[in-house]
């Protein structure tokens, strides 16, 4: 018979490879899963992990891994902090909203002036929306000791129907004929995100996620706050006695979480989407939950870990367009790896082996 038993100290080599064993898992069950559904699962598993890197367009597709990559790791970085201190932020997807609401609501409001500081603006403005949803449960947290993961979560959905209204409403481009969405800010060279250099997919999101995750990584690793994160993450009652503030880290968590996920937002609405819709969120804020863990809270892990979802979204677009995959299949897909990676996680902490059968078995 089977059981677990529980290791003296947990295992790093496992912790680090848990994830590749999850990815493998995942290729298994993914691959079970397009055969069930009428689909070559070789084809598939090439077509989403192979044809982006090497395939006939890969000299495209590999600018539009960085585009899918930035966002994932602006939020996953911001998510990260929070969940190494105990704090979980599940509501990442309204701050991006919001951070992009608040942001394009910025350029909108001078549109057509041109000027080299409206852009600087509505960065600070959408890293502010994010910052300020995210605040209130932390705030909420703090003062009232309320659950943050049940209040971040419900604030998704007060965000997205925010978003509906700035879509036909308070945002919708008068010169739009009456269909729903702001001004295109592809065609506002003052409040545009471009390519820096073309065909390289690199945008200003591109290059503040890699600055975030330096920064997060020094912070991690040779500061005192950073020291204080992970110390009330694996021993709170020591953080306690250490005299370290739960409140202010429940507030500094929350807050970088939300900032950063506003940053993505905006970088994102100014960019690849081009306009604030009533379908501009496309799960960025979840899925960068996937990203935190498969990164193993790590900055750099993370930064792997948000290339690697980025494949899967590209190359799953690649299966929807020419094996005629769902994408609903894709997005169980993505749930597969989490699910697999919280799985396996358990070896870390805990061994496997053979124990002989008591009496009454026999």
Not at 4 to 18: C, D
Not at 206 to 216: G, K, R, S, T
Not at 223 to 251: D, K, M, T
Request: glycine fraction near 12%; charged fraction near 10%.
């Amino acid at each position: 018979m089977l059981v677990l038993e529980k290791r003296p100290t947990p295992s790093r080599a496992w912790a680090w490879g848990t994830p590749f064993l999850a990815v493998a898992l995942t290729m298994v069950a993914g691959g079970l899963l397009f055969a069930a559904l009428g689909k070559d699962p070789f084809a598939v598993v090439r077509t989403i992990f192979w044809d982006p890197l090497f395939g006939e367009f890969a000299w495209y597709l590999r600018g539009q891994l960085l585009v899918k990559a930035a966002p994932l790791a602006l939020i996953a970085v911001g998510l990260a902090l929070g969940f190494r201190a105990g704090i979980w932020n599940i509501g990442a997807e309204g701050q991006y909203i919001i951070g992009a609401i608040v942001g394009a609501s910025i350029g909108l409001a001078v549109y057509p002036t041109e000027s080299r500081w409206i852009f600087p603006l509505m960065i600070a403005g959408g890293a502010f929306g994010g910052w300020v949803w995210a605040m209130i449960p932390a705030i909420l947290r703090t003062r009232f000791n309320t659950n943050e993961i049940l209040v971040s979560l419900m604030l998704v959905y007060v965000a997205e129907t925010i978003l509906s209204k700035a879509a036909t409403g308070f945002l919708r481009n008068p010169e739009g004929a009456g269909f729903p969405g702001s001004r295109n800010f592809n065609t506002y060279k003052a409040a545009s995100n471009p390519e820096l250099f073309a065909g390289s997919g690199v945008h200003w999101g591109v290059i503040a996620a890699l600055v975030v995750v330096i920064a997060a990584h020094v912070l991690l690793q040779r500061h005192l706050l950073g020291f204080q994160i992970r110390l009330a993450g694996q021993a709170p009652r020591a953080a306690r006695f250490a005299g370290v503030s739960a409140e202010r880290l429940v507030v500094f968590c929350m807050g970088a979480s939300g900032a950063l996920a506003g940053l993505a937002g905006l970088f994102e609405v100014t960019g690849p989407a081009g306009q604030i819709s009533i379908d501009f969120n496309t799960g960025y804020g979840f899925t960068a939950i996937i990203v935190a863990f498969l990164g193993r809270l790590n900055p750099i892990g993370i930064l792997l870990a948000a290339l690697l979802m980025a494949l899967t979204y590209v190359g799953g677009e690649m299966a929807a367009t020419n094996l005629g995959l769902p994408s609903s299949a894709i997005r169980v897909f993505q749930g597969m790896l989490l699910f697999f990676l919280l799985a396996v996680d358990v070896l870390s902490n805990y061994r496997i082996r053979l124990a002989p059968l008591s009496k009454e078995a026999r």
